[in-house]
């Protein structure tokens, strides 16, 4: 089974940029379209960013234009490209796959916008 391993959250201030990386094992990358998901407290997660086996892209509207996905199928990761961050960015950011399995979910990466 797969395992995801989110890792570049931290703390930022508001218009900084992050790069996450999510990096996976135990199976064939490549075969997976994938996404970025997030949640913050006492919110429902939410697909921020998908990219799928067929080479497209998709972004939810609140981060379209500031975010991109890109993904590395030789070294089994996917990235997400944080820019121009906003407070209401914050969250604990998990990829999986599109969609998402309940057995991927992974610890996620902490992202806290503020000053």
């Known amino acids: 089974q797969v395992q995801f391993v989110e890792s570049g959250g931290g703390l930022v201030q508001p218009g900084g940029s992050l790069r996450l990386s999510c990096e996976a094992s135990?199976?064939?990358?490549?075969?997976?379209?994938m996404g970025w998901y997030r949640q913050a407290p006492g919110k429902q997660r939410e697909l921020v960013a998908g990219?799928?086996?067929?080479?497209?892209?998709y972004y939810a509207d609140s981060v379209k234009g500031r975010f991109t996905i890109s993904r590395d199928n030789a070294k089994n990761t996917v990235y997400l490209q944080m820019n121009s961050l906003k407070p209401e960015d914050t969250a604990v950011y998990y990829c999986n796959a599109r969609p998402p399995r309940i057995n991927f979910w992974g610890r996620g990466t902490q992202v806290t916008v503020s000053s």
């Open positions: 135990g199976s064939i990358f490549s075969i997976y379209a």
């Open positions: 990219t799928s086996s067929g080479d497209n892209t």
